[in-house]
C-alpha cells in the first residue's frame, strides 16, 4: 500500500463502507453535510461556534490562502456561460461564506438570477500536498455522479464541471455542482424529541423517508463489476471497470495520535482492488503487527464468521454503493420526501452484501455495542450527551419495513424493464445486519471485540450479562490455542448462518 498523509480536523472518519455507525457528523461537532443540501448543523454540541470556526480555517489554512475567489467567481461564471446556452449574464457570483466538511471547503455561488451552486474543494487542494491517489479519487467520484445523473432517477447534485488537479486556473482541484434544498434526515427523524411534532407525525415521515431511500438505492445494483474498487471509465463515461481505491488508515491514526498525542491529520492509503469477497473482508484482519494471544483468537473467530458470508454465485460479486450510508447523507423535505442523496466521495464497487440492498447504517446501530448509545431514559425525552438513538426493539420494526420496501422497489424496477443486473435475493437485505457488522468488526480494532461478543452471545442464547462474557472469552481462548472441536466450529457455523436469514 502507498501512503498519503494530509491534514484534517479531529473528527473521526469513517472506515470507508464498513464504519458506516460513525456519528461524527452528527455529534459533538457541529460540521455541515459537505456536498449539498441545506448545510445545517446539528445542534448537538459542546464547542462554541467561534471556536469551531477558528478551528476550519486553520486546518483549512493552506486552501484559504492559496485560493483567489476572485479567479474563482470569474471560473464559475465562465463554465455556467459554457453550459447554459440560455445564460446571457456574465456577471460573477457572489461568494457566501464557506461551510467546512471534515475533509472539504465548501464555497456557496450565488449567481444574479438566484441560481446557487457550490464549489467543492479538498483539504489538501494545493500544489505541494495534492497527490495522484487523490486526483483519481475525485476524477471517480465526479464520474459516478454523472453517470448516475444520467442513467438513474437518484436525486444528487449535478456536477457542472470538475477539475483533478492543480494545473488550472484556480490552482485547486475542485467542483462546481449543484445545490439541493433540503433538510438532514436526522432533524426529521428525530423531530418528536428535537422539536414540538407528534410520534405519530414522526413515523409518517420516516416511512416516507425510507420509501424514497430504497427506490433510489436499488437503482445502483445495476452497476455490477468484477471486481472491487472506484469505478474507472472509457472516453464516453461508461464505466470500463475498477481501479484500487483512496482509503483512510484509521489503524495507524489511531496509534499515532496515542504516540504522538496528536489525531489532527489524516492517513490515506490505496486500497488493492478484490476479486473474492473473502479477501476483501480479513486482509483488514491481517494488518495487525504481532497480536496477542486474546487478538490472535478474536481473528481465527471473525475469519471463521466471513467465511459464511453468503455469496451470489449467479451475477459479478461486486456492485456500486454510496461510500457512507449514513442518516446526515441523506437530505429530505420537512414531510420526509428524499430531496438528495450527497457525499458521494469514495463511492465503489463493495460485495453485494455490503451493497445498495443493504439496511441503511443508523438501522443497524444496535449491532454495534461501541458505537451504540442507546438509554431508556430517551424514551422519556432525556436530552443525551451525544445523538439520539432508537431502542433495538424500534430498529428491529424499521428494519422490517425497509425490508419490504426495498423488495418493492426491486419489483418495479422488473415491471418497468430495468436492467436490474441480477435477479433479486430476498434475503441480501436481511443478511446485510450481520454482513455491516462483520465488516466493521473486521476494519475496526476498537469495535472488534463487543460486536464479535454479540454475535456469538446471539449465537448461543445467551443475555448480555457474566455468563456470554465468559462463554465468549473461553471460545476465543480456544481459538487462540487451536482448541475448538469440530462439533464447536459446525455450531459456529449453522449460529451466523441463522442470523444471516432471520428477521432480527
Known amino acids: 500500500m502507498t501512503q498519503d498523509t494530509v491534514l484534517t480536523s479531529t473528527s473521526t472518519a469513517r472506515l470507508d463502507h464498513l464504519d458506516i455507525h460513525d456519528t461524527s457528523d452528527i455529534n459533538m461537532n457541529p460540521v455541515v453535510h459537505e456536498t449539498s443540501g441545506v448545510h445545517e448543523t446539528s445542534d448537538v454540541s459542546d464547542t462554541s461556534d467561534t471556536e469551531t ?9 493552506d486552501v484559504l ?4 475567489k476572485q479567479c474563482l467567481m470569474e471560473l464559475a461564471a465562465s463554465v455556467r456561460q459554457h453550459k447554459d446556452s440560455t445564460h446571457d449574464d456574465d456577471r460573477p457570483p457572489t461568494i457566501e461564506a464557506p461551510m ?6 465548501i464555497f456557496p455561488l450565488l449567481f444574479q438570477d438566484g441560481v446557487r451552486w457550490l464549489a ?57 455542482i ?23 407525525d414522526v413515523d409518517r415521515c420516516r ?43 484509521h489503524e495507524a491514526m489511531m496509534k499515532r495520535g496515542l504516540q504522538e498525542d496528536s489525531l489532527d491529520e489524516f492517513i490515506y492509503v490505496e486500497e488493492p482492488c478484490y476479486y473474492d469477497i473473502y479477501d476483501y473482508f480479513v486482509d483488514g484482519l491481517k494488518m495487525e503487527d504481532e497480536p496477542n494471544n486474546f487478538n490472535r483468537g478474536l481473528t481465527f473467530l471473525l475469519e471463521l464468521l466471513i467465511s459464511c458470508i453468503p455469496s451470489h454465485p449467479q451475477a459479478q460479486p461486486f456492485v456500486l454503493a454510496h461510500p457512507d450510508y449514513n442518516i446526515q447523507n441523506f437530505l429530505v423535505s420537512d414531510d420526509g420526501e428524499l430531496q438528495g442523496i450527497i457525499d458521494w466521495d469514495g463511492a465503489s464497487a463493495v460485495p ?27 424514551d422519556e425525552d432525556v436530552k443525551p450527551l451525544g445523538v439520539w438513538e432508537d431502542s433495538p426493539e424500534c430498529l428491529r420494526k424499521y428494519r422490517g419495513v425497509y425490508r419490504d420496501m426495498v423488495a418493492k422497489a426491486r419489483e418495479a424496477m422488473v415491471r418497468d424493464g430495468v436492467d436490474v443486473g441480477v435477479l433479486p435475493d430476498v434475503n441480501i437485505t436481511r443478511a446485510s445486519l450481520m454482513v455491516q457488522n462483520l ?27 457474566d455468563d456470554a462474557l465468559l462463554h465468549f472469552f473461553d471460545l476465543v481462548n480456544d481459538f487462540a490455542a487451536g482448541k475448538v472441536d469440530d462439533d464447536v466450529i459446525r455450531d459456529l457455523k449453522a449460529g451466523v448462518e441463522r442470523l444471516f436469514t432471520g428477521d432480527y
Open 100 to 105: 467546512y466538511g471534515s475533509t472539504h471547503v
Open 352 to 378: 453485494r452484501s455490503l451493497g445498495p440492498e443493504g439496511y441503511p447504517s443508523w438501522l443497524t446501530r444496535d449491532w454495534d455495542p461501541m458505537m451504540y448509545g442507546y438509554k431508556a431514559s430517551m
Open 65 to 68: 490562502a492559496h485560493l483567489d
Open 207 to 249: 416511512m416516507k423517508a425510507l420509501e424514497g431511500i430504497a427506490r433510489a438505492m436499488v437503482q445502483l445494483k445495476a452497476f455490477c463489476f468484477k471486481r472491487s474498487g472506484i469505478p474507472t471509465f472509457d472516453s464516453t463515461g461508461v464505466p470500463s471497470g475498477t481501479a484500487p481505491s483512496r482509503c483512510m488508515d
Open 120 to 176: 467543492k474543494i479538498h483539504v489538501t487542494g494545493v500544489p505541494g500536498k495534492w497527490t495522484d491517489l487523490s486526483s483519481r479519487a475525485l476524477t471517480a467520484e465526479a464520474k459516478t455522479m454523472r453517470l448516475l445523473k444520467r442513467e438513474t432517477t437518484i436525486p444528487l447534485p449535478e456536477v457542472y464541471d470538475f477539475s483533478a488537479t492543480t494545473e488550472n486556473p484556480l490552482g485547486c482541484p475542485y467542483m462546481f
Open 178 to 200: 449543484s445545490h439541493i434544498q433540503g433538510r438532514s434526515l436526522y432533524d426529521v427523524w428525530f423531530a418528536h424529541r428535537l422539536g414540538n411534532r407528534s410520534q405519530e
Open 439 to 465: 465488516g466493521i468488526a473486521a476494519g475496526s480494532s476498537m469495535c472488534r471485540t463487543h460486536i464479535a461478543m454479540k454475535i456469538v452471545g446471539e449465537i448461543a442464547g445467551l443475555p448480555e450479562g
Open 53 to 61: 470556526e477558528d478551528d476550519d480555517e486553520e486546518i483549512f489554512a
